[in-house]
């Protein structure tokens, strides 16, 4: 079976606004 995982990685800096990525994984 295959499994799908999701996972967020947000940053936040001062100098530009909130940069968030998606990366999806399959295993």
Do not use: Q
């Not at 295959?2 to 399959?26: A, G, K, P």
Request: net charge positive; hydrophobic share 40%; glycine share 4%.
């Amino acid at each position: 079976m295959r499994r799908l995982v999701v996972s967020f990685n947000c940053r936040c800096t001062e100098i530009s606004s909130h940069s968030c990525s998606m990366f999806l994984i399959f295993g």
